[in-house]
């Protein structure tokens, strides 16, 4: 007869590593999976993640000694550089394995195992899209903006109904949650999702758990969706910085950003953008290059690749096709393409599609321009006791649980986004 011991062995060997957890997370999740996560006591530790950045070189140089001294004695005689300080963050998530359930499979423990086996890798997917989702976007973590009427609900963006799935508890506000002041809407009211229609596309909620299509308390006009508890407004939880954060769509204000004034060098400490008067006209392979060359000219080096979500991908890909040669002899056809890379500036950059991706923005990715740090593998099973499995608080189950503790790391010098067409 199985035991919670031989079940607690099951998961260990299943999801005790963190390369079995990354196979779970598979070739759907391709940002997430190229972003560097550096993990363990020494990337990760004390109340902030503190790193420096140099925003300017010395400049006391000169043609003559006298005029290079004189520069030297003003603030020009030193490298410009300020800290990083990035708060950790804080992100859950747990599989509920109930006594009652695993006592009355006994006699077939391994198909109740199993079952749990599709659940465990379910969870560690949605983490996966999740933080795909966030590391693309920003603090406010806003899953995109919609309307309602008597429950029913249509995103704004249709490509953000990726976002929304069935069982999922959202919260809602009238703005992102990028501002400290942003509040949610009916008190924090609830709306539980009961059917997707991705096609539409539309979702529908609840204001109850199993309840019918209605409309929660103080949803109204044009919001913003949120998972609940991610609100990154007011009284926010922190989790992570985004792309969107470190690189953001305008150049910033001088209001702080993880303690400093990114004023002092736009470019070096918040990123590449076109202005908006450039890409007048412009479709999204032009965007494209003219993104790659301005991060070659203005930025710290060349984008190591372009991310855009598949809709985009899919725009550019039919317009070199419809400029392309067709074979016309042999049985089989075949059309469309299986990688785009593009030359400009004087490099060759590779063009992904993620699905994840704000549609509205094309982003650039130098080296290692975004890094994830957690204190221990990302995301990590809650086993400090030896066991993988814990008990619940107040009742005679048991959970698996994940838990992270991660903080990005930006070099905004390596990032680069323009608007897409």
């Given amino acids: 007869m199985a035991t919670l011991n031989t079940i607690d062995a099951l998961m260990k060997l299943n999801y005790g590593t963190a390369d079995r957890i990354q196979r779970c997370l598979g070739k759907d999740f391709p940002t997430y999976t190229k972003i ?33 001294q004189t520069v030297a004695a003003t603030s020009g005689g030193s490298m410009k550089s300020k800290r990083w300080t990035v708060p950790f963050g804080d992100y859950s998530a747990a599989v509920t394995f109930e006594r009652k359930m695993l006592k009355l499979s006994s006699s077939d423990m391994g198909c109740y195992i199993d079952a749990k ?16 989702w966030y590391l693309l976007n920003t603090k406010g973590r806003s899953l995109g903006q919609f309307t309602i009427s008597s429950g029913l609900c249509t995103p704004v963006n249709p490509e953000d109904i990726v976002n929304i799935s069935p069982g999922m508890v959202l919260q809602a ?80 204000s001088a209001t702080p950003f993880n303690n400093i004034d990114r004023t002092a060098h736009i470019t070096a400490l918040s990123g590449v953008r076109i202005p908006t008067a450039e890409l007048t006209l412009l479709n999204n392979e ?27 991908w899919q725009d550019v890909a039919d317009g070199l096709e419809s400029r392309g040669l067709r074979t016309s002899f042999g049985k089989d056809a075949e059309f469309g393409y299986d990688t785009i890379n593009v030359t400009a500036g004087g490099v060759t950059v590779p063009c992904i599609a993620e699905k994840f991706q704000p549609s509205t923005a094309i982003y650039a990715w130098g080296e290692d321009c975004l890094v994830l740090h957690n204190p221990e593998e990302f995301p990590a099973v809650v086993n400090d006791d030896g066991l993988e499995m814990l008990r619940k608080a107040n009742t005679n189950d048991f959970e698996l649980r994940l838990q992270a503790y991660p903080a990005t790391l930006g070099i905004p010098g390596l990032m680069g986004r323009c608007p897409a067409a």
Avoid at 48 to 66: D, E, H, K, Y
Avoid at 122 to 128: D, F, G, L
Avoid at 230 to 246: K, Y
């Fill in 36 to 68: 560097k996560k550096k993990t363990g006591a020494v990337n990760a530790s004390g109340q902030m993640l503190v790193a420096p950045v140099i925003f300017s070189n010395v400049q006391s140089m000169a043609g003559t000694l006298a005029t290079a």
């Fill in 117 to 132: 086996k599709e659940e465990i890798k379910s969870m560690y997917r949605q983490w996966a899209a999740i933080f795909s």
């Fill in 173 to 252: 506000s009238a703005n992102s949650g990028d501002s400290g002041t942003d509040t949610l809407l009916g008190s924090g009211s609830l709306g539980y999702v009961i059917n997707v229609n991705p096609n539409a596309p539309t979702f529908t909620v609840a204001t109850s758990d199993g309840g019918s299509a209605a409309t929660p308390s103080g949803w109204t006009g044009t919001m913003h969706a949120f998972r609940y508890g991610d609100f990154g407004g007011s009284g926010a939880t922190v989790i992570c910085d985004g792309f969107g954060d470190w690189c953001p769509a305008s150049d910033p």
């Fill in 286 to 312: 032009n965007r494209i290059k003219r993104l790659i060359t301005r991060m070659v000219t203005r930025g710290f080096g060349p984008p190591k690749w372009i991310s855009l979500s598949p809709d985009k």
